[in-house]
T-cell receptor, first 113, second 112 residues
Framework: AQSVTQLDSQVPVFEEAPVELRCNYSSSVSVYLFWYVQYPNQGLQLLLK??????LVKGINGFEAEFNKSQTSFHLRKPSVHISDTAEYFC???????????FGTGTSLTVIP | DAGVTQSPTHLIKTRGQQVTLRCSPKSGHDTVSWYQQALGQGPQFIFQYYEEEERQRGNFPDRFSGHQFPNYSSELNVNALLLGDSALYLC???????????FGDGTRLSIL
């Protein structure tokens, strides 16, 4: 079975500062990894995905993530955050032989002016 | 190009009632998945439909059922509603079984 752990439930950060949102997964098989963002009263929007190839993945809005197989991690980073990045961020994993997504409990990012 | 659309956006029901939620997938997508997102939680997988058949199912009781139509749209039905069914229900679509999913804005279901 797969599971996803997002280590920080809330992350406050000042505007223009860097941020890292942590995600660890457990799986006995190869997986695909994703980060989604959810703004208030909206659905989830795909930020980036790792399917194969380069372990450094670049997504939308200046976000990037690095897949680390030995540490079973897929941390999300942004070098300089904006007020508009305030949202809930979800890490998700799915097996490469199926399409059932397993989501973490989310990290609430608050950017402080 | 319309994305995933869900209806209604909000719904209020009472315990014991039945509800039907609807989803139209993104253009070109043929696979629909349903998720339940309780307040403050991540989405939980309910089931997935492809070629009008339920392909995978999460840990949800039989009160939760679904259907996919030939035009790929889908319905989620929940019978004998409980207070704990109050949640945001998200529909996601993809092109095929193994592709990233695109989410709709969800239906907020409140049970009184």
């Amino acid at each position: 079975a797969q599971s996803v752990t997002q280590l920080d439930s809330q992350v406050p950060v000042f505007e223009e500062a860097p941020v890292e949102l942590r995600c660890n997964y457990s799986s006995s098989v190869s997986v695909y990894l994703f980060w989604y963002v959810q703004y208030p009263n909206q659905g989830l929007q795909l930020l980036l995905k790792y399917l194969s190839g380069s372990t450094l993945v670049k997504g939308i809005n200046g976000f990037e993530a690095e897949f680390n197989k030995s540490q079973t991690s897929f941390h999300l980073r942004k070098p300089s955050v904006h007020i508009s990045d305030t949202a809930e961020y979800f890490c998700a994993v799915t097996r490469n032989t199926g399409n059932q997504f397993y989501f973490g409990t989310g990290t609430s990012l608050t950017v402080i002016p | 190009d319309a994305g995933v659309t869900q209806s209604p956006t909000h719904l209020i029901k009472t315990r014991g009632q039945q509800v039907t939620l609807r989803c139209s997938p993104k253009s070109g997508h043929d696979t629909v998945s349903w998720y339940q997102q309780a307040l403050g939680q991540g989405p939980q997988f309910i089931f997935q439909y492809y070629e009008e058949e339920e392909r995978q199912r999460g840990n949800f009781p039989d009160r939760f059922s679904g259907h996919q139509f030939p035009n790929y749209s889908s319905e989620l039905n929940v019978n004998a509603l409980l207070l704990g069914d109050s949640a945001l229900y998200l529909c996601a679509s993809s092109r095929g079984l193994y592709q990233p999913q695109h989410f709709g804005d969800g239906t907020r279901l409140s049970i009184l």
